[in-house]
RNA sequence: GCCCCGGUAGCCCAACGGCAGAGGCGAUGGUCUCAAACACCAUUCAGUGUGGGUUCGAAUCCCACCCGGGGCACCA
């Protein structure tokens, strides 16, 4: 902030004159009545239609930013326009309050994560309140409450029982910094989502969510949330859902009972089948080679293990392999084709095998020259040579041909269909469909998340922690005992994790391992339905009648994470009989990210903008409407392109309106200046619309628009005692308290008012009102403007016409050249065409 | 490589296929002031990334390309 505005706005607080808004007179004015009035409780019982306006919940990190106060700010309009459109509307707020940041926190300060966690909480409560978002505290969970995790639990349980969680020993992502395990959908570019570093792999037996047994209905009803929600969310969940749809095809092996089963998008063209490849780190390699390759194979591994996932995902890298050995049977000509391992085929997607097409795959072709493989076109296609020949593969349709039955089919459809029934026929093949979605590994090594409710007892197996004796607390554990070790924290608290078996009595040991954060999170919306429901996770009737959310604000970061883990949660809950929604946000919408001098805002660049700055310098209410001002909400707002001292002058402009005001609370309009009444009217009717379709930066242009014609009103034209000033004064007030709380409520006051006006209701509009006089027609000629005509706005075409083409200057540039055409589109426009 | 979203005055952004400008920022001039700040008034500026097409008429619809942002990517 430079020296210079810092002093203006002390001096202005500060004047002696009266005439002046002083900003932060008017915060601690409202604050405590807003307190004692609490006026967006929301009610179970109440008989108005219901809304659920939902943003996500913060982890509590310091203060609030930025961030926090454009998603804030943006998502109470739409909460603040429903109770003044009449609904009553749920709009709760609430912590996701385990996590790695306290705990790390803990080990730097050698205390407990919770002291940090519930100290921020109480910080970021206060600044929200301060900020006036239109929360109903009386909901406000957390979810590293006992309270909270023991449902969470529970929920594990029941998933458990349906057979949704279970265990087993798999290749996972490991975080070598945090020493926890991680989703594949907190891997990005091969790196840890939360710290940056590069992920290994490790064996490890651990928790999952069965996620993939709704992988076909995650993506069917992505086809009904796609009018409202952004287009970028769902396309990004249907990429990482992945849905393929080809055929398991079997290989048979000589001397092994279990054939080589493949998954592939295109078994037309297994009879261009020259080879296969086996994922190298898959079992299937190691049970599959010959002891004379054995060796190679290993050594092969060797190499691959160096390489980390990053290199991985290059897509240009040389293709490498090793022989395995052995040969398959190709299942419809009989040939013996060579089985090969290599790293570009992943053990974890399809079967972890392929049939190798060079001719119709690059990556085929790629590995097919590097170990001079044979390579067979079996898809003449038009135009394009022989693969053998140019190596680069064909893909397109065209004739089939070396393919017995196939010979002579010209579209793939058709032979892919044609190939199934074959194969499924002589019982080496079945048409299938395949996800790219994995399921969902759950199981932390870390502490300060949900104890996973499990004992393992030698006699009994797992055995799980009965619900009666849920919550399944956390020990007390501080500083130096949460160390990351590649063991859950929790396996060394000794007193806590020794345990009778449940069932048997016998010694056994807790699970030590915590669930990821993203199980907590992905139930809490129905929590608030409901928030100190003892009998259940939510009381099913209150989330009946509350849910789904109407709208969900928040980051588009959790496009497949967050997002697609609480669609999950809520379908295995309707399939439980708890929720009679199978989604669990009707809309949505993604707010961009305040950014300032076209970069994120980051300590290494040194361009953070404080909000505690902002607000202290220009208020709550200039910041919030320099936030939704500052352009479409989906778009990143730059600090450095925006006002906020120019919505300070603004709000300022539209506060002295209401001190000029002369006429007397309740004054009738009607008798007041038409003109004025005419935009009062205008405004209230777009700014419903605007709202409606999140078009909050123009809602607020439209006020500043009213309040420039109020001014113009009272200064040269109908005068402050018109009875339409009042109307006009009084519909910004109740416009701007959905964006400026705190001016609002002053102005309501002032006017002569009891608050709040949050909850006086949407301005009623005559329909008289928004009914032109006359309209202005433009008169075209070759679609260039050549005359204005002041009309009745339900004049005829015909009318129109005659009156356009009557006029002189229309006459004049015709020219007397002959009239081919006229477009009439009344009472707006007339083309002529000559 | 494939798929989304966007490109409009100096800047941020508006504009049912129909007058390119709603609003703001900035700049300039004026009123007020001893002066300044604040406030108020006024002025200023683009033909819509490029090239085609559809249309009486295109920022808007279609095609290709360029630029910026994002998603997916050795997924068979």
């Given at each position: 902030m430079?020296?210079?505005e810092?002093?203006?706005?002390?001096?202005?607080?500060?004047?002696?004159?009266?005439?002046?808004?002083d900003?932060?007179?008017?915060?601690d004015k409202?604050l405590?009545?807003?307190?004692?009035?609490n006026?967006?409780?929301?009610d179970?019982?109440?008989?108005?239609?219901?809304?659920?306006?939902?943003?996500?919940?913060?982890?509590?990190?310091?203060?609030?930013?930025?961030?926090?106060a454009?998603?804030?700010?943006?998502?109470?309009?739409i909460?603040r326009?429903?109770?003044?459109?009449?609904?009553?509307?749920?709009?709760?707020?609430?912590?996701?309050?385990?996590?790695?940041?306290?705990?790390?926190?803990?080990?730097?300060n050698?205390?407990?994560?919770a002291?940090?966690?519930?100290?921020?909480?109480?910080?970021?409560?206060?600044s929200?309140?301060?900020?006036?978002?239109?929360f109903?505290w009386?909901?406000?969970?957390?979810?590293?409450?006992?309270?909270?995790?023991?449902?969470?639990?529970?929920?594990f349980?029941?998933?458990?029982?349906r057979?949704?969680?279970?265990r087993?020993s798999?290749?996972?992502?490991?975080?070598?910094?945090?020493?926890?395990v991680?989703?594949?959908?907190?891997?990005?570019?091969?790196?840890?989502?939360?710290?940056?570093?590069?992920?290994?792999?490790?064996?490890?037996?651990?928790?999952?969510?069965?996620?993939?047994?709704?992988?076909?209905?995650?993506?069917?009803?992505?086809?009904?949330?796609?009018p409202?929600?952004?287009?970028?969310?769902v396309?990004?969940?249907?990429?990482?859902?992945?849905?393929?749809e080809?055929?398991?095809?079997?290989?048979?092996v000589?001397?092994?009972?279990?054939?080589?089963r493949?998954?592939?998008?295109?078994?037309?063209?297994?009879?261009?089948?020259?080879?296969?490849?086996?994922?190298?780190?898959?079992?299937?390699?190691?049970?599959?080679?010959?002891?004379?390759?054995?060796?190679?194979?290993e050594?092969y591994l060797?190499?691959?293990?160096?390489?980390?996932?990053?290199d991985?995902?290059?897509?240009?890298?040389?293709?490498?392999?090793?022989?395995?050995?052995?040969?398959?049977?190709?299942?419809?000509?009989?040939?013996q084709?060579?089985?090969?391992?290599?790293?570009y085929?992943?053990?974890?997607?399809?079967?972890?095998?392929?049939?190798?097409?060079?001719?119709?795959?690059?990556?085929?072709l790629?590995?097919?020259k590097?170990f001079?493989?044979p390579?067979?076109?079996?898809?003449?296609?038009?135009?394009?040579?022989?693969?053998?020949t140019?190596?680069?593969?064909?893909?397109?349709?065209?004739t089939?041909?070396?393919?017995?039955p196939l010979?002579g089919?010209?579209?793939?459809?058709?032979?892919?269909?044609?190939?199934?029934?074959?194969l499924?026929a002589?019982?080496?093949?079945?048409?299938?469909?395949?996800?790219?979605?994995?399921?969902?590994?759950?199981?932390?090594?870390?502490?300060w998340?949900?104890p996973?409710?499990?004992?393992?007892?030698?006699?009994?197996g797992e055995?799980?922690?009965?619900y009666?004796?849920?919550?399944?607390?956390?020990?007390?554990?501080?500083?130096?005992?949460l160390?990351?070790?590649?063991?859950s924290?929790?396996?060394?608290?000794e007193?806590?994790?020794?345990?009778?078996?449940?069932?048997?009595?016998?010694p056994?040991?807790r699970?030590?391992d915590?669930?990821?954060?993203?199980?907590?999170?992905?139930?809490?919306?129905?929590r608030?339905?409901s928030?100190?429901?003892?009998?259940?996770?939510?009381?099913?009737?209150?989330?009946?009648?509350?849910?789904?959310?109407?709208?969900?604000?928040?980051?588009?970061?959790?496009?497949?994470l967050?997002?697609?883990?609480?669609?999950?949660?809520?379908?295995?809950?309707?399939?439980?009989?708890?929720?009679?929604?199978?989604?669990?946000?009707?809309?949505?919408?993604?707010?961009?990210?305040?950014?300032?001098?076209?970069k994120k805002?980051s300590?290494?660049?040194?361009?953070?903008?404080?909000?505690?700055d902002?607000?202290?310098?220009?208020?709550?209410?200039?910041?919030?409407?320099?936030?939704v001002?500052?352009?479409?909400?989906e778009d990143?707002?730059?600090?450095?392109?925006?006002?906020?001292?120019?919505?300070?002058?603004?709000?300022?402009?539209?506060w002295?309106l209401?001190?000029?005001v002369?006429?007397?609370?309740?004054?009738?309009?009607?008798?007041?200046?038409?003109a004025?009444?005419?935009?009062?009217?205008?405004?209230v009717?777009?700014?419903?619309?605007?709202?409606?379709?999140?078009?909050f930066?123009?809602m607020?242009?439209?006020?500043?628009?009213l309040v420039?014609?109020?001014?113009k009103?009272?200064?040269?034209?109908?005068g402050?005692?018109?009875?339409?000033?009042?109307?006009?004064?009084e519909?910004?007030?109740?416009?701007?308290?959905l964006?400026?709380?705190?001016?609002?409520?002053?102005?309501?006051?002032?006017l002569?008012?009891e608050?709040?006006?949050?909850k006086?209701g949407?301005?009623?509009v005559?329909?008289?009102?928004l009914?032109?006089?006359?309209?202005?027609a433009?008169?075209?000629i070759?679609g260039?403007?050549?005359?204005?005509?002041?009309?009745?706005?339900?004049i005829?075409?015909?009318?129109?016409?005659?009156l356009?083409?009557?006029?002189?200057?229309?006459?004049?540039?015709i020219?007397?050249?002959?009239?081919?055409?006229v477009?009439?589109?009344a009472?707006k426009?007339?083309?002529?065409?000559v």
């Amino acid at each position: 902030m430079s020296q210079q505005e810092t002093h203006r706005s002390e001096q202005t607080d500060q004047s002696p004159e009266a005439a002046a808004y002083d900003v932060r007179a008017v915060q601690d004015k409202w604050l405590p009545v807003w307190e004692r009035l609490n006026p967006f409780q929301a009610d179970d019982d109440s008989p108005r239609e219901k809304k659920y306006a939902l943003t996500m919940f913060p982890y509590p990190s310091g203060d609030l930013h930025m961030g926090h106060a454009e998603v804030t700010a943006l998502h109470d309009v739409i909460a603040r326009y429903w109770w003044q459109r009449g609904y009553e509307v749920l709009n709760p707020m609430g912590w996701d309050s385990f996590g790695l940041p306290a705990e790390n926190a803990a080990i730097r300060n050698d205390e407990h994560p919770a002291t940090y966690t519930y100290a921020n909480i109480e910080t970021q409560y206060e600044s929200f309140k301060r900020y006036g978002i239109s929360f109903d505290w009386s909901r406000r969970l957390h979810t590293s409450d006992p309270e909270y995790y023991r449902w969470t639990q529970w929920l594990f349980l029941k998933f458990r029982e349906r057979g949704l969680a279970y265990r087993k020993s798999s290749p996972v992502n490991w975080c070598p910094n945090d020493q926890t395990v991680l989703a594949n959908e907190q891997v990005v570019d091969g790196r840890c989502e939360r710290c940056g570093a590069e992920v290994t792999k490790r064996e490890l037996t651990q928790w999952y969510f069965k996620i993939t047994d709704y992988a076909q209905e995650l993506l069917d009803c992505l086809d009904d949330l796609e009018p409202t929600w952004p287009a970028r969310v769902v396309t990004a969940q249907r990429n990482w859902i992945g849905r393929s749809e080809g055929a398991h095809v079997d290989f048979a092996v000589e001397g092994r009972d279990e054939p080589i089963r493949v998954f592939t998008t295109r078994p037309d063209t297994l009879y261009g089948a020259t080879f296969m490849v086996v994922a190298a780190d898959a079992k299937l390699a190691a049970e599959l080679v010959t002891d004379e390759q054995r060796p190679a194979l290993e050594a092969y591994l060797d190499d691959v293990r160096k390489e980390s996932d990053i290199d991985r995902l290059a897509t240009d890298r040389p293709k490498t392999g090793v022989f395995l050995g052995v040969h398959a049977t190709n299942p419809v000509n009989g040939e013996q084709v060579p089985v090969w391992a290599s790293d570009y085929v992943l053990a974890d997607y399809g079967t972890g095998a392929i049939m190798a097409v060079p001719a119709h795959d690059q990556r085929d072709l790629d590995f097919a020259k590097a170990f001079d493989l044979p390579v067979r076109m079996v898809v003449d296609v038009p135009g394009e040579d022989d693969p053998a020949t140019t190596y680069v593969a064909t893909s397109g349709d065209g004739t089939y041909v070396n393919s017995g039955p196939l010979d002579g089919i010209t579209d793939k459809a058709t032979g892919i269909r044609t190939i199934i029934e074959q194969l499924e026929a002589d019982g080496t093949g079945t048409g299938t469909v395949n996800f790219r979605l994995r399921d969902w590994l759950l199981s932390r090594q870390r502490y300060w998340g949900v104890p996973i409710p499990i004992v393992h007892c030698d006699a009994c197996g797992e055995v799980a922690v009965p619900y009666d004796q849920l919550p399944l607390e956390l020990p007390e554990l501080r500083g130096a005992d949460l160390k990351p070790k590649g063991v859950s924290p929790l396996a060394a608290a000794e007193d806590w994790v020794n345990v009778d078996c449940p069932q048997c009595g016998a010694p056994a040991k807790r699970d030590s391992d915590t669930m990821d954060t993203f199980v907590d999170s992905s139930w809490y919306f129905l929590r608030y339905c409901s928030p100190g429901y003892e009998d259940g996770p939510f009381d099913v009737e209150k989330a009946k009648a509350w849910m789904p959310a109407d709208i969900y604000v928040g980051g588009v970061e959790h496009a497949v994470l967050h997002l697609l883990y609480a669609r999950f949660f809520t379908k295995v809950l309707a399939d439980m009989g708890m929720l009679e929604v199978r989604e669990p946000f009707a809309a949505q919408l993604n707010q961009g990210i305040v950014i300032n001098q076209g970069k994120k805002m980051s300590k290494s660049l040194g361009n953070g903008v404080s909000l505690g700055d902002q607000l202290a310098e220009f208020g709550v209410d200039a910041v919030r409407v320099t936030l939704v001002f500052a352009g479409p909400p989906e778009d990143d707002i730059d600090w450095a392109d925006v006002s906020p001292a120019g919505a300070l002058r603004f709000l300022q402009r539209a506060w002295r309106l209401s001190g000029d005001v002369t006429s007397a609370a309740g004054t009738p309009a009607a008798g007041g200046d038409v003109a004025l009444r005419r935009i009062t009217a205008r405004t209230v009717t777009d700014a419903a619309e605007l709202v409606e379709s999140y078009r909050f930066n123009v809602m607020v242009a439209r006020v500043m628009e009213l309040v420039n014609a109020t001014r113009k009103a009272i200064d040269t034209g109908a005068g402050p005692a018109d009875p339409a000033v009042r109307e006009a004064a009084e519909t910004v007030a109740i416009l701007l308290s959905l964006v400026a709380p705190y001016v609002a409520e002053e102005m309501w006051e002032r006017l002569g008012h009891e608050p709040t006006v949050a909850k006086v209701g949407w301005p009623e509009v005559d329909p008289a009102l928004l009914v032109e006089e006359s309209v202005t027609a433009i008169v075209q000629i070759q679609g260039k403007v050549r005359a204005r005509l002041e009309v009745a706005p339900d004049i005829s075409e015909a009318d129109l016409e005659q009156l356009a083409l009557a006029d002189a200057g229309v006459v004049k540039a015709i020219d007397g050249r002959p009239v081919r055409k006229v477009i009439v589109k009344a009472p707006k426009l007339v083309n002529i065409v000559v």
